[in-house]
């Protein structure tokens, strides 16, 4: 049972944007930072946001990180075919024992 | 550039143990934590626990206290996962994933195995 919550899909059209919401992030220190990964099905999956608004190098500025209260998001700009993958918000929780805990996932269809 | 490989596809009956080797490569062994991230089939992610090898110390999610040991070996620079008393609900994909923190103490899994995939059935 995720402690994130995530919406189980959302759609966009080519050109388009979208955002994706996380909602239960602690506002405890430590545990209010939020990290995006994205899996493209039948492959791992891979870094897109950290602490809340990074990205790591590689990753395109297509791709946008923000967090305000208990609810982080994930923006995606000019959508593209390959964005169509599934989404997963993750933060650390140290008021659990499960550690780190992951959003249910988000399936992006474009 | 990182790469790091992981024990193949297993197969193994309900109540036996099964154990996941991830070689690391470069520097990830001596400076950075390596978790367990697992995921059933259709399911989301879930995270088991992790090691930091330099230290030698483990922590695990509740849910697998108990059930899972990880290990690692400084000689061979890999990492073990190894789980005991499987049942089907165990039936998955298991990753190794670098845990790095940034110069803000901001931590994240930067990189991920290419995943191990493990059948229980009887």
């Known amino acids: 049972q995720s402690v994130l919550t995530q919406p189980p899909s959302a759609s966009g059209t080519f050109g388009q944007s979208v955002t994706i919401y996380c909602s239960g992030v602690s506002s405890r220190v430590g545990s209010d930072k939020v990290n995006w990964y994205q899996q493209v099905p039948g492959t791992a999956p891979k870094l897109l946001i950290y602490?809340?608004?990074k990205r790591p190098s590689g990753v395109p500025d297509r791709f946008s990180g923000s967090k305000s209260g208990s609810s982080a998001s994930l923006a995606i700009s000019g959508l593209q075919s390959d964005d169509e993958a599934d989404y997963y918000c993750?933060?650390?929780?140290?008021?659990?024992?499960?550690?780190?805990?992951f959003g249910g996932g988000t399936k992006l269809t474009v | 550039q990182v790469h790091w490989v992981q024990s193949g596809a297993e197969m193994k009956k309900p109540g036996s143990s099964f154990k996941v080797s991830c070689k690391t490569s470069?520097?990830?062994?001596?400076?950075?934590?390596i978790a367990w991230v697992r995921q059933a089939p259709g399911q989301g992610l879930e995270y088991m626990g992790g090691i930091v090898p330099s230290y030698d110390v483990a922590n695990y999610a509740q849910k697998f206290q108990g059930r899972v040991t990880m290990t690692a070996d400084k000689s061979t620079k890999t990492v073990y996962m190894d789980l005991r008393r499987v049942t089907s609900e165990d039936t998955a994909v298991y990753y190794c994933v670098r845990t790095v923190e940034d110069d803000l103490g901001a931590f994240y899994f930067d990189y991920w195995g290419q995943g191990t995939r493990v059948t229980v059935s009887s």
């Open positions: 470069g520097d990830s062994f001596s400076r950075h934590g």
């Open positions: 993750a933060a650390w929780d140290d008021s659990l024992t499960g550690l780190w805990v």
């Open positions: 602490s809340n608004i």
